[in-house]
């Protein structure tokens, strides 16, 4: 795969922000087997509040997301994916998929990244940064193998609302099968009805 720093702009200055770099590639290179649940609360500026759960599935070089209005599939190490609304059927296919299902978004241009302290999770030690782009500021924990346990979604403005804090639940090293990294698993949902916040 491609370094992360090819399809970005950092702004390069001083050992902490290669380090950061460095966190944010391993989330775009990770090549372990997992299941990771989510719990999510949502707010989006004028629309009602809401908690929902989601999982992420990953094995080798492929990744899988499955949210309760959506299911995305990636090849991570070839930038494709594609990305089903399950309320239309509609298919949206493209890099761009890759790119935000593949470890940390990064569909939009990063102005800054920074390392923050590293913080003790229910999975393990995490490495925390920061990302910041035109339109939000976005704060991740990322365990040493490149998964993700926590984000936040900020509006980048003086006194800017968090739109999304999104924690993992559970995280197993097993998937539910391979074929569910394959386009046409997009019909069949693997989103679990237990997940709990």
């Not at 990302?131 to 704060?139: A, F, G, L, P, Y």
């Not at 998964?147 to 804090?165: D, F, H, K, W």
């Amino acid at each position: 795969m491609e370094s992360a720093l090819t399809f970005c702009s950092p702004a390069l200055a001083g050992d902490d922000t290669a380090a950061a770099w460095a966190v944010l590639e391993r989330t775009k290179t990770a090549s372990s087997t997992y299941t990771i649940h989510y719990w999510n609360r949502v707010t989006i500026p004028g629309e009602q509040a809401f908690e929902e759960g989601s999982a992420e599935f990953h094995q080798g070089d492929f990744h899988r997301i499955e949210m309760p209005r959506a299911r995305v599939i990636a090849d991570c190490r070839a930038r494709t994916g594609a990305s089903m609304s399950v309320e239309t059927g509609e298919i949206s296919e493209g890099p761009e998929v890759a790119g935000f299902a593949c470890g940390i978004n990064t569909n939009f241009e990063i102005l800054t990244i920074e390392l923050l302290p590293d913080i003790e999770t229910k999975f393990g030690i995490a490495q925390q940064i920061r990302v910041t782009d035109q339109r939000e500021i976005r704060e991740y924990s990322v365990l040493e193998n490149g998964i993700l346990v926590r984000t936040t979604y900020a509006e980048n403005r003086p006194g800017g609302q968090t739109l999304v804090v999104a924690e993992a639940t559970l995280l197993q090293n097993t998937v539910p099968e391979n074929i569910m990294f394959d386009k046409s698993s997009l019909a069949v949902s693997y989103l679990p009805n237990n997940i709990q916040p």
